[in-house]
């Protein structure tokens, strides 16, 4: 047993986090080429990556799907998931979150913290996963590490622990000194290798003033590091490792590191870090997980029962490809395993080590392990499977509800079935596309997080499935609200048609809530039995699915039962429950509603000479412009803007700036609609 958790010590699960374009899957090239994984570096520009296999990533140039990769490196097997920065696939990053132990973010040294890179960050705390921060793309123009270690302060609040000083500026970067070992790490023009030597005189000054600086921001957050600076007035090496990975697993700090990964210059004291500082699965909490009320822990022991989540399903035409992180216990192929969701037994066909689109067979997987399996026929992402004799239900990842929806036909009538067959097998790769039957025209309707994740799932029907399909234009998603309440609502519900019949009578109070849905009762004196009260509260909530403005979900309402009458034999849930979902929507209609639609940020990054072109386009489009700042030559433009007003905004924009504009958008909740919004 001692061997096996000693295993698992060397093990290392992490992520790859960033804005899109600051350098994520550069930056998961380089290591796998640092590690000896591959023998040639892949380039996103000239569609050569392992991780991003899909002809939809490289011809687009950007992540999509999370992929995972495993390499060795100074005697560590570290896991890694190199996610997307794209808003759009923000769920892809967030499923990928709940089963990691750590990530590595990956900042632009020119833009610093982007919207979306503050987005991941923002999961990655909700999930408690310790991260390093690598500053990016200092050989770039206007690179600046400093500003950038200034953004993370202000905008992501953790204490940043820088711990290197580059060599060089801009086109001149060649290096950096590591402020922990005090030398220098120096990559050669064209040559892979790095050389270590002393700090170089001209900056062995600044280099003694930035330790310092890291000597005193350690002695302020760890008592080890303040133990011996004050005995010492300084801190020895050993103890500045001890305290920085402590520092990251709780999250008070972060270690900030800085390099070029295009140019190959900084990645092996990344990997150093990553080896030094991130956790291994035995320094994480044990999972816990709950069967039959109560609640269970399973620690990362090869031994313990089987625990397992997945979080990536590949269905494809010849068989699914389930990812897994296990989390306690050991499988071999063959074995039975309990999938608690579907209630079945599932039997493991082969277990795979994950190279993007390769994979190569091995004999079992073990607690800490990230692998994928072939042979379970109903496991979607999410799902908990465990040993049969020792059932457990893990948290399954969060899924955002879908903000777009485009109607979808098979061109031709022959394809209806296979259409069906094409969208459900997407929904169980893709948890955060939905697809529905509208009630009033019978088209089919495919829901997702943006324009571009919808552009993709089309694509992919195309080109996995074969199928020519016509797509709509795309449609937001509208809630409800209640502008003003009402009090005092009667409705009753008799029924009498022979034999038993149904009565029900509720008084409703309905009044605006900021957010969500709220039901409580007032009632007194056991006028309504506590049993039909959930009744009712059922039926209420079988009533928000559809609003009296345009049948859209209701949202952001109170509803107190004050008051109701029972009948001695008509009385039942049914009856309660059915007076619950027709007196709300009574209720809704006597209400003043309001018309709510999904508003992002944006940040629209353009030439100082195109600004004026783009703020007034923008207020053309109902934006309300938040800030504007000059960065790195160019004017960065921050606005909220309805999601409905932003559809075909990168063509506007490029066209407004002659190519030389981008803009980037990130989801902030729901605003009221003006009364002309459409509303079906």
Known sequence: MRTNLSTLAVVRNLGILAHVDAGKTTVTERILYATGTTH???????????????????DRGITIFAAAVSCAWDGHRINLIDTPGHVDFADEVERSLRVLDGAVAVFDAVAGVEPQSESVWRQADRHGVPRIAFVNKLDRAGADLDAAVASIRERLHPAPLVVQLPIGAEDGFSG?????????????????????????????????????????????????ALEE???????????????????????????????????????????????????????????????????????????????????????????RLTYLRVYSGTIEKGDAVWDTGARRTERIGRILRVQADRHAQVDRAVAGDIVAVV???????????????????????????????????????????????ALARLTEEDPS?????????????????????????????????????????????????????????????????????QFAHVVLDVEPLEAGFEFRSAVVGGRVPQEYVRAVEAGCRDA???????????????????????????????????????????????????????????????????????LGDLAARRGRVSGSTTRGGAAVVTATVPLAELFG?????????????????????????PAVAPVR
């Open 375 to 421: 042979g379970l026929k109903s496991a979607r992402a999410g799902s908990t499977l465990c040993a049969p004799g020792a059932p457990l239900v893990l948290e399954p990842p969060g899924v955002t509800e879908p903000v777009v929806s485009v109607a979808v036909e098979a061109r031709r009538s022959t394809d209806a079935d296979k259409l069906a067959s």
């Open 40 to 58: 040639r570096r892949g380039e996103v520009h000239d569609g050569t990556t392992i991780t991003d296999f899909d002809p939809q990533e490289r």
């Open 229 to 319: 600076f004050c005995m010492r007035s300084a801190v020895s090496p050993p103890t500045l490792v001890a305290a920085l990975r402590d520092l990251t697993g709780s999250g008070d700090g972060v270690v900030v590191l800085c390099g070029s990964a295009y140019r190959n210059r900084g990645i092996e004291p990344l990997l150093d870090a990553v080896v030094a500082y991130l956790p291994s699965p035995l320094d994480v909490p044990a999972v816990r997980g709950t069967f039959d009320g109560t609640e269970q822990e399973r620690a990362a022991d090869p031994a313990a029962p089987f625990a397992a989540l997945a979080f990536k399903v590949n269905a494809t035409s010849t068989g």
């Open 176 to 224: 950096v000194v590591d402020l922990v070992h005090m030398r220098s790490l120096v990559w050669g023009e064209g040559d892979d290798s790095v050389v270590e030597g002393p700090v170089p005189e001209e900056l062995r000054e600044e280099a003694h003033r930035r330790r310092r600086l890291l000597e005193e921001a350690l002695a302020e957050l760890h008592t080890g």
């Open 544 to 614: 928000l699915t559809e609003g009296p403005l345009g049948g859209h979900p209701v949202t952001g309402l109170r509803v107190t039962l004050t008051d109701g009458a029972t009948h001695v034999k008509d009385s039942s849930d049914s009856a309660f429950r059915t007076a619950g979902r027709l007196g709300l929507r009574e209720a809704l209609r006597a209400c003043a509603m309001v018309l709510l639609e999904p508003v992002v940020e944006v940040t629209v990054t353009v030439p100082e000479d195109a600004v004026g072109g783009v």
């Open 433 to 501: 596309l939905v697809v529905r039957t509208d009630s009033e025209t019978g088209q089919t309707v495919l829901s997702g997080m943006g324009e571009l994740h919808l552009e993709v799932a089309a694509e992919k029907l195309r080109r996995a499935h074969g199928l020519e399909v016509n797509v709509g234009r795309p449609r937001v998603s509208y809630r409800e609200t209640v502008g003003r309440g009402v009090s005092g609502l009667v409705f009753r519900h008799v029924k009498q048609d022979g034999g038993a019949g």
């Open 649 to 673: 905004y990168a063509t506007r924009l490029r066209s407004r700036t002659q190519g030389r504009g981008t803009f980037t958008a990130r989801p902030t909740g729901y605003a009221p609609a």
